[in-house]
């Protein structure tokens, strides 16, 4: 049995054409590379400061 | 991600193009990615636009430059009318490809149609203000404007589940499962969809059940706003309440309106009319009778007038002619008599009519020729309309009869022949106006038992009074009627020629 106030609460406001510039802008674009690229240069950081 | 052996940059790929080293890592994110987007496609061509976009998703997430699978996403999000998210992919995916890129075609085939993406932001706008209808409580509004919407948008996949879920919230069931029907064409696997569907037939089960007593799921019920779903080239969605349904009910109803007016109304209109027309003729009718019978009635007064007139221009002449020949021949009697011809004045004054006489020295000049002469011309005079009698000439036996009884109104036997040629002319009033005059003035005449007889023959006389006959004395002569009533017994009837039994009018007997 569907709880119909929270059902509909579920159903947000599309964006109209004038806010798909801010859309665009909110997209979250990170990948699993992107993620590799985090991870390796928190590793480097890590190591540097091993090594001084 | 740079290359690990010379650092060069690896976009979207796992051999180094500089120093063709190979990164496995990078080489098992792109074939992740890859086999995303595969999955997908896969998904999308089986219409399951759902998984799909769970699958691209997950493909970008591993590789965001992956432009086929964001080219996907977005015509998918294009799909289920979300065009904003699909322009957004598009745009990314061009940013990160600039040449050879499709998504570059789709940005330009939308810029280039402005009335399309007017539209598209005019259906999302609709949609946002049947949320808004909704959250302010008011479901109506918010299910007239997702109509709207989903006429407009066909495969607006949010409007068709919101608008299921407010027809399950007002337990319209059957237009919701219609509704989430064509949601799940768009799109198969929206668990969402799914999800509304499945309550859909589990409450529309029990209503079912509830009432038939049986479990006949997806019955159609009687629902007051049905849903018609047009299958047409357009795939429109519609119902019943749509403005033209509304146009086509509402000229319905003034052609039935018009109709009744035809059927009910104008013959009343038109017989009251008759009615009215025919009263008014009814009307004219009678007052043109009366009128014809008006004028009717002056013609008569004016045809009485002019009879009248006639005849008393008539009798005036007459009266006048009478009146100069009775006068003319008065002076020739006179002058007769004063040459001593009494037969000649006799027979003059027995051809005077003596009502045509008016002038009293003219009647006592008549009334003393009368008496002068009536011996000497009275035999002559009967002896003429006897023997006109015999040869059966009645008209001239009248008138000769006639002028004996001008001159001796007592002569019994003129009397009688008066009857008899009266008779015989077949003028049975005046024949038996004389025998009763005989039989009544002259009793013991020698006729009286023929005047009977004869009378017999005529039939039915008791209405018809006896002639008088006392006409030919006028009235300043009451002399000549004193011995009317002297008898006339010894008149021989066979012997016409014999005067000497005849009363001569004074009583004496020659």
Known sequence: MI????????????????????????????????ILEDMMKEVKIASGNKRF | MNCIKCNMPLENVYICPHCGHVDKVAKKIIYSSNWHYNQGLAKAKVRDLSGAVTSLSQSLKYNKRNTDARNLLGLIYYQMGEIVAALSEWVISVHFQERNNIAADYIQAIQNNPAKLKAANKVIQKYNLALNYVQENNADLAIIELKRVVNMSPTYIRAYQLLGLLYMQRKQYAAARKVLMRAVKVDRNNMTTLRYLKEVNHLHGKQEKNQHGRKDEFMQINDPNPIVIEEGSGHNYADYNTGFLSFINILIGIVIGAAVIWLLIVPSITKTKASEYNQAVVEYSAQISERNKNIDDLQNQITDLQSKLSQYESTVGNTVDDAGASEQKLIEAVGSYLQNNVQDAGTLIAEIEPAAITNAQEKKIYNILKEATKSSVTETLYANAKDSFDKKDYVAAIDGMTKVLRMDDSYSYAVFYMGRSYQMLGDTGNAAGYYKRLIQSYPNSDMVDDARKYLDQLGDTTSIDPVDISGGSTSDSNDNSEDNSSDNSDDDLGDNTDNGSLDNGDGSEE
């Open chain 1, 3 to 34: 709880n119909f106030e929270e059902e509909l609460k579920k159903f947000k406001p599309s964006l109209e054409i004038d806010q798909a510039e801010e859309a665009i802008y909110k997209n979250d674009l990170r990948d699993v590379t992107d």
